[in-house]
C-alpha cells in the first residue's frame, strides 16, 4: 500500500485567494516508500506540516503574481493542479501517458482558457437569461489520456463528456489562440445545455446552438449538406437524437451542417426564449419529442418537413454560407400562433459573422 501525495490547489472566489489541500485528478505516490516501511506519523504533525505547505504555496502564490503582474483571478502556477473560480474548475493532469505532452505548456493553455471562458460567460449571460448554475469543469488530458477516457473519434478535437469538458493538448500541435476560443465557446454551450435540460437534449439541437455560438463552421459543412440534399431527403431527426460519435464518418459533416440549420429554423421563428423553454421542460422527464410538441405547438413530423424545404431552399440558391434568414413557415404551421421573427435569433446569428 502506497501513499498518495496530496497537493495544493489555489482556489479564486470572490477576487480572493484562498488555498486547499485536494487530491489531483491523477493521484501521484511516493514510490520509494509505504506505510509499512516507516512510523506513522503523529496527527499533529501532519496537521502542522501541511500548515506550513499550505502557507509556502500561499506565499509562493502571491510572489509569482507580483512577478508576472498577473491579475489574481486568473492566475495559475504549474505546482498546482487546477484554479478555480466562482464560474470554473479547470484541470490540468499531471504526468500525461503522450511523448509529445507537456504539463508546463497545459498549465499555459489553462491560463488562458480561463480568461476566455470568464469572457464568454459575461457576454452570454444576458442571453442565456442567468444559466448555468452550477460550476463547470474543464479538464486539460494528453492526447492518449483524453482518447482513452472518452473513446472518441481521432476526428475529435474536444468533447462534452460526462459532465465535464475534456480537451486533448499537444505541445507538438499546439492550439492556435483563435482554435482554443471557438472550441471553448462550442463546448461551454454544451456544459450549459446539459445543465439546463439535464442532460435530455438531443443531439442535433445541442451541437446546432453549441456552432452558433462558437462563432465560425467548418467550411466543409456547406458542400456536404448541398450533397446530401441533392441525393436524399435530411436525415430524420431520430438519427441525429444521440450525437454523432457513432454516425459514418462521411455522414459527419452534412448531420452538423443540418444540425445548424435546425437550430437556426428554430431560433427564426419560434424564438430564443421559447428554445431555452424547451430545454428547461427535457428536465421534466418526457421524451425530447413529447416536450418539442408541447412547447414548439408543432409535430416533429411538420418540423422536418420545413426543415427540408428550408434546406433545398439554401441549396438551391447557390449560396456559400450556412448563416441565412429563414423562409416563412407554412400556412399550416403560423396557423398554431408561431411568429415569424424571433429578435433574439438575430443577436445569435450576429455573433457568427
Not at 431552399?313 to 456559400?320: I, L, N, P, Y
Request: aromatic share 8%.
Amino acid at each position: 500500500m502506497r501513499r498518495a501525495r496530496r497537493v495544493n490547489q489555489m482556489v479564486v472566489e470572490g477576487g480572493f485567494l484562498a488555498l486547499t489541500a485536494v487530491s489531483p485528478t491523477t493521484t501521484r505516490c511516493d514510490s520509494d516508500r509505504s506505510l509499512s516501511q516507516s512510523p506513522r506519523p503523529s496527527r499533529n504533525l501532519v496537521d502542522r506540516n501541511l500548515i506550513w505547505k499550505t502557507v509556502f504555496a500561499f506565499v509562493t502564490s502571491i510572489a509569482l503574481l507580483l512577478e508576472s503582474g498577473a491579475s489574481p483571478a486568473y492566475a495559475i502556477d504549474p505546482a498546482f493542479s487546477s484554479v478555480v473560480s466562482s464560474r470554473f474548475a479547470l484541470y490540468v493532469e499531471e504526468t500525461g501517458q503522450s511523448p509529445t505532452y507537456d504539463s508546463k505548456y497545459a498549465s499555459e493553455v489553462a491560463h488562458d482558457a480561463m480568461e476566455i471562458l470568464t469572457s464568454v460567460d459575461k457576454e452570454l449571460a444576458p442571453i442565456l437569461a442567468g444559466r448555468p448554475v452550477s460550476r463547470i469543469i474543464v479538464r486539460f488530458l494528453s492526447e492518449d489520456s483524453f482518447y482513452r477516457q472518452t473513446s472518441a473519434p481521432t476526428w475529435t478535437s474536444a468533447l462534452f463528456s460526462r459532465g465535464e469538458i475534456r480537451i486533448p493538448v499537444s505541445s507538438r500541435d499546439r492550439l492556435h489562440p483563435d482554435e482554443l476560443r471557438r472550441t471553448l465557446r462550442h463546448e461551454y454551450i454544451h456544459a450549459v445545455i446539459a445543465q439546463v435540460s439535464d442532460f435530455h437534449c438531443p443531439a442535433w439541437l445541442d451541437e446546432g446552438l453549441a456552432q452558433l455560438i462558437e462563432g465560425r463552421y467548418n467550411p466543409k459543412l456547406v458542400p456536404a449538406l448541398r450533397t446530401l440534399i441533392r441525393t436524399q431527403d435530411a436525415f430524420p431527426l431520430h438519427q441525429l437524437e444521440r450525437g454523432f460519435t457513432e454516425l459514418d464518418a462521411a455522414d459527419v459533416p452534412a448531420a452538423y451542417a443540418q444540425s445548424l440549420f435546425a437550430a437556426q429554423l428554430l431560433l427564426e421563428h419560434f424564438g430564443l426564449p421559447r428554445v431555452l423553454n424547451y430545454l428547461d421542460e427535457l428536465q421534466q422527464g418526457l421524451s425530447w419529442k413529447r416536450s418539442f410538441e408541447r412547447i414548439f405547438r408543432v409535430s416533429i413530423a411538420e418540423f422536418e418537413a420545413e426543415l427540408n424545404e428550408a434546406i433545398r431552399q439554401w441549396a438551391a440558391s447557390g449560396s456559400t454560407e450556412l448563416i441565412w434568414t429563414a423562409p416563412p413557415m407554412s400556412a399550416h404551421t403560423r396557423s398554431k400562433g408561431v411568429p415569424l421573427e424571433a429578435p433574439e435569433a438575430n443577436t445569435i446569428r450576429a455573433r457568427m459573422r
